[in-house]
């Protein structure tokens, strides 16, 4: 059954056949808001570089990688530890530690408020550049699936491009540490939850642990083959699309026994509106059964979601 639901589709037919690439891609996302790419053009060495890079930084101190964080920017930015975010409604943490590079824009940048600096990463060599590199392959990427979506749903090609552009979007370079003892009874690698963005573009994890909640209730793994990319939506592709394109439960289980003692590493790229974009359904995706919800701008609507996943804290 999970292989029928995530049969993967080449990219290589977008270039032959753009609608019929958009149409395959919409019928996987309406399904399951998942989807799984192969022959993508995202070069294999920015991938490898990067992922050498992320296993050196998370092998540093404690101490230093703390000096990386900041809880002001919660956690949009640099290295958040281990235990500190949660899935929206669960209390417990998830078991992982990660890292944040987001968009280089200018100082004077009208966006400069809400889109902080990346921190530099002095003590791991290459890593700054194999991180951006990777950033701007899954940036340029991301773009082009947006046109497919564009097209399912009966929009110009270009309608994401000038909403994107200077998008909040950021670099996620996961570190789930291998787990000498039995996890703590209720906590998960990553518990259950939805990405709160436009599009996730995920880089297959060298350990399984990924499933999706599919309609009927059903968990599915999804396992994609070595080069893959897994693609789903998010919260706010839900919104401005009246929830035809849904954004799915998905959550990382802890590793059976025999893996406990691997770690898990995985590098998505969550693709963002621009900071000031109205997230507006759009007229020919509402219908009786999906109905409009009221508009926000998106940068509001991130606020408001990293506050329910524990990374700003509101004082009391």
């Not at 097209?151 to 090609?157: G, V």
């Not at 999804?222 to 592709?237: E, K």
Request: aromatic residues 10%; glycine residues 6%; proline residues 9%.
């Amino acid at each position: 059954m999970t292989d029928t639901y995530f049969a993967p589709i080449s990219f290589s037919l977008n270039n032959a056949e753009p609608i019929g690439f958009a149409q395959a891609l919409g019928r996987s996302f309406r399904e399951t808001g998942f989807a799984v790419i192969t022959d993508h053009p995202i070069p294999q060495d920015v991938i490898g570089t990067n992922l050498t890079a992320t296993k050196a930084f998370f092998a540093l101190p404690p101490d230093v990688k703390d000096s990386y964080y900041s809880q002001a920017l919660g956690g949009q930015r640099g290295y958040t530890p281990f235990g500190t975010e949660n899935a929206k409604g669960h209390k417990a943490a998830d078991l992982k530690e990660f890292w944040h590079t987001g968009r280089d824009i200018p100082e004077d940048s009208p966006y400069a408020a809400f889109m902080p600096a990346t921190p530099n990463v002095q003590p791991v060599k290459n890593f700054d550049h194999a991180t951006r590199a990777l950033y701007q392959a899954f940036d340029l990427f991301g773009r082009d699936i947006l046109k497919a979506i564009a097209l399912h749903l009966d929009q110009d090609s270009e309608y994401f491009e000038t909403r994107v552009n200077h998008g909040n979007s950021i670099l996620r370079l996961l570190h789930y540490p291998a787990q000498s003892a039995p996890a703590p009874d209720g906590t998960f690698r990553a518990a259950a939850h939805e990405d709160i963005n436009v599009i996730t573009l995920l880089l297959g994890a060298e350990e399984a642990g990924l499933q999706v909640q599919h309609k009927s209730g059903d968990w599915l793994s999804v396992n994609p083959p070595p080069g893959a990319l897994v693609i789903n939506c998010g919260d706010m592709l839900q919104r401005l699309t009246a929830g035809q394109l849904p954004s799915t439960t998905h959550r990382v289980l802890n590793p059976a026994p025999e893996r406990a003692h691997l770690p898990r590493y995985s590098m998505p790229f969550f693709l963002h509106f621009n900071p000031d974009f109205v997230i507006k359904a759009l007229p020919n995706c509402i219908d009786e059964t999906h109905p409009a919800q009221p508009p926000i701008i998106a940068r509001d609507y991130l606020m408001q979601r990293l506050i329910e996943i524990g990374l700003v804290k509101i004082p009391v």
